[in-house]
C-alpha cells in the first residue's frame, strides 16, 4: 500500500510541483480570458499579457526555487 502512496505522490508531483505556479497561472489564464470575453481588452493584446504573465510568473518560480536550494 505503501507503494501506492508514492507512485500517487510522484504521478501528482509531475503535474503540480509547485503550487503557487499552478495557481497564479491559472488566475493569469482566468483573469485575461474574462478581460478578453467581456471586452476591455483586445484578444492580440490577451495574448501578449498571457505570454508576458507566463513568463513572470515561470521566472518567479525559478527564482523561488533556487533560493531554497541554496538555503540546503
Known amino acids: 500500500m505503501n507503494i ?3 507512485a500517487f505522490k510522484e504521478l501528482t508531483g509531475m503535474f503540480i510541483d509547485d503550487g503557487a505556479l499552478a495557481l497564479l ?3 493569469l489564464v482566468l483573469g485575461v480570458g474574462f478581460a478578453v470575453k467581456s471586452g476591455l481588452m483586445g484578444p492580440m493584446a490577451g495574448a501578449a ?3 508576458a504573465g507566463c513568463l513572470a510568473i515561470l ?3 525559478v527564482t523561488r526555487a533556487a ?3 541554496v538555503r540546503r
Open 4 to 6: 501506492l502512496k508514492i
Open 25 to 27: 497561472s491559472l488566475l
Open 49 to 51: 499579457l498571457l505570454i
Open 59 to 61: 521566472a518567479e518560480s
Open 67 to 69: 533560493r531554497r536550494k
